[in-house]
T-cell receptor, first 114, second 115 residues
Framework: GNSVTQMEGPVTLSEEAFLTINCTYTATGYPSLFWYVQYPGEGLQLLLKATKADDKGSNKGFEATYRKETTSFHLEKGSVQVSDSAVYFCALTDSGGGADGLTFGKGTHLIIQP | NAGVMQNPRHLVRRRGQEARLRCSPMKGHSHVYWYRQLPEEGLKFMVY????????ESGMPKERFSAEFPKEGPSILRIQQVVRGDSAAYFC?????????????FGPGTRLTVT
């Protein structure tokens, strides 16, 4: 079956630090990959996505590259802000069009200190 | 364009009661997904519906849980005879489908507490 593994949190960084949150996956097909962000008390918001190997998704300074050879989709940001504090979820869907339900990792709680 | 709406946002039920969770998809979206988030866990897929059809219910518990998405009105996730282990956040997502794509947009969730 499909699964997503992401680094355990919480991850605590100082403002302007470099961020990496690791995500690896197993899938039976050729998945599409996503990062979602959840702010306290809110639903999930799509942060970025990639649908094929070597694609780079990017949004709001965050980036992630679909690495088929290492089955990874690590999230990076060059300089984090306090407002980036949230829980980040890596996810995949195993259909080409993405019509299936998403498989999520457990989430990584990111805390940015001023 | 309003986002995905869920109500109620918070629901408290005693053991043995029924819980009904409602989800109104974004305008123009005909696909609905339900997920459950247990404390300190990621979201787990429960069921995928299109109007009047259940497409995939592989993540639904076999007993007490049911879902529908009628031709008119919101999608409903129904939990009968709730137990303490049902306490969780339940999220709904919708997507346009077909030419509109399958990117899922999430609602704010319903937090169910069973006492």
């Amino acid at each position: 079956g499909n699964s997503v593994t992401q680094m355990e949190g919480p991850v605590t960084l100082s403002e302007e630090a470099f961020l990496t949150i690791n995500c690896t996956y197993t899938a039976t097909g050729y998945p599409s990959l996503f990062w979602y962000v959840q702010y306290p008390g809110e639903g999930l918001q799509l942060l970025l996505k990639a649908t094929k190997a070597d694609d780079k998704g990017s949004n709001k300074g965050f980036e992630a590259t679909y690495r088929k050879e290492t089955t990874s989709f690590h999230l990076e940001k060059g300089s984090v802000q306090v407002s980036d504090s949230a829980v980040y979820f890596c996810a995949l869907t195993d259909s080409g069009g993405g019509a299936d339900g998403l498989t999520f990792g457990k989430g990584t709680h990111l805390i940015i200190q001023p | 364009n309003a986002g995905v709406m869920q109500n109620p946002r918070h629901l408290v039920r005693r053991r043995g009661q029924e819980a009904r969770l409602r989800c109104s998809p974004m305008k123009g979206h005909s696909h609905v997904y339900w997920y459950r988030q247990l404390p300190e866990e990621g979201l787990k897929f429960m069921v995928y519906l299109q109007k009047e059809n259940i497409i995939d219910e592989s993540g639904m518990p076999k007993e007490r849980f049911s879902a529908e998405f009628p031709k008119e009105g919101p999608s409903i996730l129904r939990i009968q005879q709730v137990v303490r282990g049902d306490s969780a956040a339940y999220f709904c997502a919708s997507s346009p489908g077909l030419a509109g794509g399958y990117e899922q947009y999430f609602g704010p969730g319903t937090r169910l507490t069973v006492t």
